[in-house]
């Protein structure tokens, strides 16, 4: 029996994300305690950064390699990793020309970081569509070390930004050198074919500007509190949206678990449901967050933090209407009204921005999450009533749990 666990891709698929929530929670404790609130908010601001940058170095090459496997390009992993690594071998190359030309930590750091996670985004792409379950279980091992190694800073070393950083290239390349060590291939990367290379970019262009958006969407305030704030109202700030991101592993753990197989009438049934339980969950979630997390955000995180609860509160506001938007994602896809969810991502990012040059300099912390929530409402707002028009779907349908759906969820828990 514990043979057919490890077969089966759903449950392995749930068991890294209940395994990263609990593994990144312990991380981000341990990461807020070596570094406090001040050195925290620079390391956020980094990783922020860094992983804007990650999506543009891509060039959208990696959104290329399913449907070149499904068109059977021959030989195509040893291809794609080929010009994985070109890639990052050159954008180290000119991390270490503007580290010798600027004396800007932050900027060099952020520099050596982003083409490391840039390889590890794309590797976790071969991973995903050629051995999945090999991945979620590399992810959770990896997720492990990481919680370790922060561990180890915290008992063991000085404060130091550089050591934080260096944790998290160690943790990607371990991920890097698992998954080639699985495909057992040696990469060529002068052997690069610059011809799939420009295909590539132009097949992912599209899909690269749209994952932009969506990271901006997430990373914006992070970015405009450390302009118009101090690194440790970032530091603060950081850890708060860190709690309330690992409500979004909830309503994605249940959708892929339950409804990829549970509902075959249409795909409105299966997103109607998905919608309202993934809503119901995310509530449940914040309530919980809301009634313990007055005491265990300063038992966990230490002095520094104790602003965190109140910024949180906010957050957890625009939780449910995100997560609206992120479970009509594929159908925009599937419907190829890439179009919509384009211009929905814009205009939250559009809204976002002016409310946090407006708001922060005048309410700090509370004005940038006021703001992130206010364009969470609009992108989850606009993504129902272009969902409900285009796919002719009455109201209560969205607003009401059939007694179908009912018997699901009692199944579900009945299973679990």
């Known amino acids: 029996m514990i043979k057919n666990v490890f077969k089966n891709a759903y449950i392995i698929n749930m068991m890294n994300k209940v395994m990263s929530l609990l593994l990144g929670f312990m991380a981000s404790v341990f990461v807020a305690r070596y570094m406090g609130a001040s050195l925290k908010g620079d390391y956020a601001y980094i990783v922020s950064v860094a992983g804007i940058l990650n999506i543009v170095l891509n060039l959208g090459i990696y959104h290329t390699y399913p449907n070149q496997v499904k068109k059977g390009l021959q030989n195509a992993k040893q291809k794609f990793i080929d010009i994985y690594v070109l890639q990052f071998l050159l954008y180290e190359g000119l991390a270490v020309l503007i580290g010798l030309l600027v004396s800007e930590p932050l900027i060099l750091l952020i520099g050596i970081l982003a083409p490391v996670m840039t390889l590890a985004s794309q590797i976790t792409m071969i991973g995903m569509v050629d051995f999945p379950i090999y991945r979620s279980i590399s992810l959770i091992g990896v997720a492990a070390f990481n919680l370790a190694a922060y561990m180890g800073l915290f008992f063991f070393f000085p404060k130091s930004i550089w050591l934080s950083v ?6 990607d390349m371990l991920f890097v050198c698992l998954i080639l060590g699985k495909l057992k291939i040696m990469p060529h990367p002068f052997r690069a074919e610059k011809g799939l290379m420009k295909e590539a970019i132009r097949f992912g262009m599209f899909p690269m500007l749209t994952a932009l958006l969506l990271n901006l969407n997430y990373k914006m305030d992070i970015i405009m509190i450390r302009t118009f704030g101090t690194s440790a109202w970032v530091g603060i700030y950081s850890v708060a949206v860190t709690i309330a991101d ?7 753990a249940f959708k892929e678990v339950l409804f990829s197989k549970s509902i075959q009438k249409k795909a409105t049934d299966a997103f109607n449901a998905s919608i309202k339980i993934s809503v119901m969950l995310t509530t449940m979630a914040s309530g919980v967050l809301l ?15 104790e602003d965190v609860y109140s910024i949180m509160i906010i957050l957890l506001i625009g939780i449910p209407f995100m997560s609206i938007f992120k479970i009509l994602n594929p159908l925009y896809i599937t419907q190829g009204d890439t179009k919509s969810y384009f211009i929905n991502l814009l205009c939250g990012i559009i809204c976002n921005m002016i409310l946090n040059i407006i708001l922060i300099p005048r309410m700090g912390m509370t004005g940038a999450a006021i703001a992130t929530v206010t364009s969470q409402v609009v992108c989850g707002i606009y993504a129902i009533t272009r969902y409900i028009k285009k796919n002719k779907v009455p109201m209560k349908d969205i607003f009401t749990i059939t007694s179908r759906e009912k018997e699901m969820i009692k199944g579900f828990i009945r299973k679990s």
């Open 291 to 305: 009634v313990f997390g007055y005491w265990f955000i300063p038992v966990f995180y230490g002095k520094g933090f």
């Open 166 to 171: 260096l944790v998290l290239i160690l943790k």
């Open 246 to 252: 690992y409500l979004w592993l909830i309503p994605d």
